[in-house]
């Protein structure tokens, strides 16, 4: 089977022809319906692991829209799924998951069935001259890979292995048969199903709302295959990301990793916050903030010793703080702009908010304050210029070829930037 490999090209001349696909598969009553009707009862579905249905009277049910599955493990230990419904008015059996299941009895007019769901037991019997053997539950294919548990409705599906072909082979190394489930997360997504299935398929987003991430995942080289039903695409951890236009040192890329990633593999991130900006000191409090993972603006006072003590905290802003550019203290107030490019002024005693604005933008650069002015320097080469002060005003403009990454800094009447390629001294006029 060849591989499909979308891929940018290699000039960097030729114009990318993008897809367009129609908003109406999102939003379309007509279409969700022809997807229950067409895909969601005759395509092979991830229903839960091994580990929730490991012993004899394990159970389980998966639902998807109005289609309900029962899957559980019989006495003689075999692994089966049924339809999730009586035979007898259409009620539901099991809601939910369980252990310790002897019968699967109908709680509307107790028809009950055998874990392998044979007929069992029929109230009041003679009055329907029912035959165990005439009203089985309706059986549903079920299958597993690894310690993941796949159910299809449909009874004439091709087997999982073939549905699932070229994947297992392509996943050997990970050996995903060692791997054991821990607990089944359920979260309400208030969108269509293809608009969260297809953020989970590219890394494009990773530099918009998963910055934290860029110091240890590679987000830009990331290749993807495409097979007829499947896909492969490939994130590199540990390496820093091509954004941030600097190679990162192995601390570093760790460091971040675990801020990251080190809750969810049981390594402990022993420093409570990162100290990638720079902190600022007033004249009563010094403001710092938290860094990666879920950044904070925080003003405390100065003095005590040991562990920093929550009476020293005076306020906390959480909205909109950058992850690695540091704020800029002008009088009363404090100005910062965040990796996604919102500018905000805070007060500096209070920690209200003043203004906030999206100015456009990745930031990684701190803001400068010089010659009356607070600057701004964007990943993609804008500067913006603003006038301090309680009210957003934006007093000039600009761009460089190369984008900023590298904060600025003054000499005398001139500011020096360094962007990706290139230093600049940028002079103003004497007398200005």
């Given amino acids: 089977m060849s591989d499909a490999l979308l891929e940018t090209p290699v000039s960097g001349r030729e ?69 999730n419904v009586c035979l007898h008015r259409g009620s539901e059996l099991c809601s939910g998951s ?71 082979a392509e996943a050997a190394w990970a050996h995903l048969e060692e791997f054991r489930g821990q607990a089944l997360i359920s979260v309400r997504a208030d969108c269509n199903w293809k608009t969260l299935i297809e953020g989970f398929s590219e890394t494009y987003h990773v530099q918009g709302i998963h910055r934290e991430m860029l110091g240890m995942a590679d987000d830009v080289n990331g290749p993807q295959v495409i097979w007829p039903r499947h896909g492969r695409l490939v994130q590199s951890y540990g390496l820093p990301s091509p954004r941030q236009g600097r190679p990162g040192r192995d601390e570093d890329v760790f460091a971040s990793f675990v801020e990251v990633m080190g809750a969810r593999i049981g390594v402990e991130d022993r420093a409570a916050h990162s100290g990638s900006a720079t902190p600022v000191v007033g004249k009563e409090l010094i403001y710092f903030q938290t860094g990666h993972g879920k950044p904070e603006l925080w003003a ?24 690695r550019s540091s704020t800029v203290l002008v009088d009363d107030l404090l100005y910062m702009v965040d990796d996604g490019g919102i500018a905000s002024c805070i007060d500096a005693k209070t920690g209200a908010d003043v203004w906030r604005k999206r100015i456009g933008g990745n930031y990684s650069a701190a803001p400068l304050f010089a010659d009356g002015r607070i600057y701004f ?49 940028v002079e103003l006029p004497k007398g200005k």
């Fill in 377 to 425: 320097f964007s990943e993609e080469g804008k500067a913006t210029a603003i006038a301090p002060g309680r009210e957003l005003k934006v007093v000039g403009e600009g761009t460089l070829e190369a984008g900023f990454m590298a904060s600025p800094a003054v000499s005398d009447h001139a500011l020096i930037l360094r962007t990706k390629t290139h230093l600049y001294r």
């Fill in 15 to 83: 114009r990318v022809t993008a897809v367009k696909i129609p908003v109406s598969r999102y939003t379309s009553p007509e279409f969700f319906a022809r997807e229950m009707t067409d895909v969601w009862p005759k395509t092979w579905q991830l229903a839960c692991t091994v580990d929730h249905v490991a012993n004899p009277g394990d159970w389980h049910e998966y639902r998807v829209g109005h289609l309900s599955v029962l899957i559980v493990r019989g006495d003689d230990g075999v692994l089966r799924a049924f339809q």
């Fill in 300 to 323: 405390v006072k100065p003095g005590g010793h040991g562990v920093l003590d929550d009476s020293l905290v005076v306020w906390k802003v959480k909205k909109n703080v950058p992850t």
């Fill in 98 to 168: 369980g252990t310790e299941l002897a019968e699967i009895r109908c709680p509307f007019h107790r028809w009950t069935w055998g874990l392998d769901g044979r007929l069992r037991e029929v109230p009041s019997r003679r009055e329907f001259g029912v035959l165990n053997d005439d009203y089985p539950l309706i059986g549903v294919q079920v299958d597993t890979w690894g310690p993941m548990v796949f159910v299809n409705l449909d009874p004439e599906a091709e087997p999982l292995a073939d549905f699932l072909d070229p994947v297992p």
